[in-house]
């Protein structure tokens, strides 16, 4: 019985962590790893302290890395293996608590601008790229010489961009090579025209030209998997690339090309999906990921008041990175909205799949802001500073009088017609700011799930009750429960002597016995 429904606890027990990933030559450890950079870097900036940043498939060479660098600076290196939320983000709060001056970010990057102002160097590896394979695959691909066309690539082959563009500059007159978005030295003065950044990457558009203009084409991938949500980078260009212009890809090692139309629309499709999930939704989970990032603050008080106005429940979660065990203890949330980095929003989900869709801002805002343009015309951001005031993709509220609030809308999920939102926006001063709390909870409900515990207000009594049932009191269910999160208690807890706790694994601990 129990090799039929589970494996047993010395199976578990024994069980061996996977590796580390494939250890890099000695030899190769310069070239792959940009070693005489990050020491220029390293020295140019007079940092004692440097913190490096190894994602999970590089930590086999962290220690040989650390060590030379030390050798050849004579700074003090600190490994950040156990980043905060994703490895795609700078662990600023990892370097903080190092004491490091600087920070060498290694592997992929979503070149999110970090929380707080830290000199960090990206070293994203040089990935072997077949030139004359690509520049065939791409002349098969685009066939007219006169269309323009963006050349594109994983951060692992952006060093191969250049020499590629040299290859068909020749009879290709308008092409445009994207380049990372690094950031720039502290204290630089650039005195050109700053280029277009968008996708983490930056794009020298010629004077009144514009990004919807250009095809593109994408080097990077293998060229073996049919599913796009495997990589996030990739995605977040079929997303946000314009849906008339053609999308293709090239595998660096072998330039076999693939017409990435339909995976676009695929993606596409099911965000639209989202979006129809999101406007049925009653209550909102709001999940705080990275807080590494800049403007995660203003963000979060942005999706709130957004639920606020679209008259939704909303409740604030901080789980850290969210597995389908932690979202299943919440079963009254409708859907989930991560509030992350762009890599880290259209992350792969995990095998066994969330039991509520996990959303990315962007669609929670398509969904609640009925200013916000059609499927058709609207971008797909996947950065969620782009929807803050600021941005040229800023779509205000309408103010509460508008008559937006007030166009009926039905499901295309149900086919039920949707009630007008029963709360307009408001001006609340608690909406712009996070306000510190002298009881730390796993749970924060807002404004609006907080008057759930009143009776039923004038504007629901149309609406059955099937559908109120839980939005309305999810607030008194969460207080309801045993478990209430993590809480001090500071002061009312015994102070007591070290005890011994239980032994083994949660399936079979040493003081229940055999049963």
Not at 19 to 24: D, M, P, R, Y
Request: contains cysteine; charged residues 20%; negative net charge.
């Amino acid at each position: 019985m129990e090799s039929t429904f589970s494996s047993s606890a010395e199976a578990a027990l024994q069980r061996e962590a996977g590796a580390a990933g494939l250890l890099t030559p000695l030899a190769d450890l310069d070239r792959v790893y940009e070693l005489q950079r990050v020491v220029g870097f390293v020295r140019d900036l007079a940092c004692q302290r440097v913190a490096l940043q190894f994602p999970d498939q590089l930590l086999g060479d962290a220690g040989v890395v650390a060590a030379r660098l030390e050798e050849t600076t004579g700074s003090k290196m600190f490994i950040l293996g156990d980043t905060a939320y994703g490895s795609c983000c700078v662990d600023v709060l990892g370097a903080e608590q190092a004491g490091a001056q600087a920070l060498v970010h290694f592997g992929p990057a979503c070149l999110s601008p970090p929380a707080r102002p830290l000199p960090v160097a990206f070293v994203f590896g040089q990935r072997p790229v077949a030139l004359e394979l690509c520049a065939q695959a791409f002349e098969a691909q685009n066939p007219d010489p006169t269309a323009p066309v963006a050349l594109l690539s994983e951060p692992a082959c952006a060093h191969a961009l250049e020499a590629l563009a040299t290859l068909l500059r020749p009879r290709y007159a308008d092409l445009l090579v994207a380049s990372p978005a690094l950031p720039l030295p502290a204290g630089s003065l650039n005195t050109e025209p700053e280029p277009l950044q968008r996708f983490g990457r930056r794009f020298p558009l010629a004077p009144g030209r514009c990004l919807e203009e250009y095809d593109a084409f994408y080097v990077g991938g293998s060229g073996a998997s049919s599913d796009p949500d495997l990589d996030p980078d990739l995605s977040r260009l079929l997303l946000g690339w314009a849906p008339e212009r053609s999308f293709s890809s090239c595998c660096p090692d072998t330039g076999g090309t693939r017409d990435e139309g339909a995976r676009a629309g695929r993606l596409r499709a099911r965000r639209r999906y989202l979006v129809e999930r999101a406007r049925d939704a009653r209550v909102v989970g709001l999940l705080v990921g990275t807080l590494g990032v800049a403007r995660h603050r203003e963000a979060l008080a942005h999706l709130r008041n957004l639920t606020r106005a679209a008259g939704k429940h909303s409740y604030v979660l901080a789980l850290g990175r969210p597995t389908p065990p932690k979202l299943a203890n919440f079963p009254e949330v409708d859907v989930f909205v991560l509030l992350a980095c762009p890599l880290g929003a259209l992350a792969p989900q995990p095998s066994g799949g969330f039991f509520r869709p996990v959303l990315s801002p962007c669609e929670l805002e398509a969904a609640c802001n009925p200013a916000w343009p059609s499927p058709g015309l609207a971008p797909h951001l996947t950065h969620y500073a782009d929807l803050l005031p600021g941005s040229p993709f800023h779509v205000p509220l309408p103010p509460p009088e508008s008559e937006l609030w007030d166009i009926p809308d039905v499901s295309l999920i149900t086919g039920e017609l949707r009630p007008p939102p029963a709360r307009k926006p408001s001006n609340d001063p608690g909406c712009s700011a996070l306000t510190p709390r002298p009881q730390l909870e796993l749970v924060e409900s807002s404004p609006a799930g907080k008057r759930a515990k009143s009776p039923l207000p004038s504007e629901f009594s149309r609406i059955p009750a099937t559908q109120l049932q839980s939005p309305l009191f999810a607030a008194s269910f969460l207080s309801s429960r045993s478990w209430q999160g993590l809480q001090p208690q500071l002061g009312q807890t015994p102070v007591t002597g070290v005890v011994s706790g239980r032994r083994g694994i949660a399936i079979a601990y040493e003081d229940e016995g055999s049963s």
